[in-house]
């Protein structure tokens, strides 16, 4: 069946340090990918999202390229902030057919 | 303003006793779900209905009950709690044309079934 799978962390990081969090998937078709952010004590925010090969997702200094080759949607930021800390979950949807990853908890210090 | 929300947000309650989640949507979304999201295992999908009537069975969805009479509401009934249902349960929503588009999700109901 489809999977999607992620680095679990934690993952602390300095504020301004660089962000990747891994995330590959497999899927029968191709599917719609994408990244959520929860904050402490909040539901799922979708953070950005790519529907086809090549596409690439951003969202507030946050992003992603479908890579079909690889299967792959590995999520990157340039420079954490500490407002940044949250746990970040790597999803697909084909069809009716949602997955999520573990999901990655990120600390950023100041 | 579109949102999902969800009632209660907290409830403690004592196993066996029979409670009910509600969740409302105002994005006329056809489909709907349930997870519950627990340390190290991530979010599972309990139920999930494609629209009015059309319910079905996610990855866990042993103890649990839903309904779907109208396109809005997704309630979610536990008929008999026991404590291995203490979790943080979230709904959520998307549309079904185009089956590219995301989920809303609600704030989440902290249960603890003591």
């Known amino acids: 069946g489809d999977s999607v799978t992620q680095m679990e962390g934690p993952v602390t990081l300095s504020e301004e340090a660089f962000l990747t969090i891994n995330c590959t998937y497999t899927a029968t078709g191709y599917p719609s990918l994408f990244w959520y952010v929860q904050y402490p004590g909040e539901g799922l925010q979708l953070l950005l999202k790519?529907?086809?090969?090549?596409d690439k997702g951003s969202n507030k200094g946050f992003e992603a390229t479908y890579r079909k080759e690889t299967t792959s949607f590995h999520l990157e930021k340039g420079s954490v902030q500490v407002s940044d800390s949250a746990v970040y979950f790597c999803a697909l949807r084909y069809g009716q057919n949602f997955v999520f990853g573990p999901g990655t908890r990120l600390s950023v210090l100041p | 303003e579109a949102q999902v929300t969800q009632n209660p947000r907290y409830l403690i309650t004592v196993t066996g006793k029979k409670l009910t989640v509600t969740c409302s949507q105002n994005?006329?979304?056809?489909?709907m779900s349930w997870y519950r999201q627990d340390p190290g295992l991530g979010l599972r999908q309990i139920y999930y209905?494609?629209?009015?009537?059309?319910?079905d069975k996610g990855d866990v969805p042993e103890g649990y009950k839903v309904s779907r009479k109208e396109k809005r509401n997704f309630p979610l009934i536990l008929e008999s709690p026991s404590p291995n249902q203490t979790s943080l349960y979230f709904c959520?929503?998307?549309?079904?044309?185009?089956?590219?588009?995301?989920?809303?999700f609600g704030p989440g109901t902290r249960l603890t079934v003591l």
């Open positions: 209905s494609m629209n009015v009537e059309v319910t």
């Open positions: 790519a529907t086809k090969a090549d």
């Open positions: 994005m006329n979304h056809e489909y």
């Open positions: 959520a929503s998307t549309s079904v044309p185009g089956l590219v588009n995301e989920q809303f």
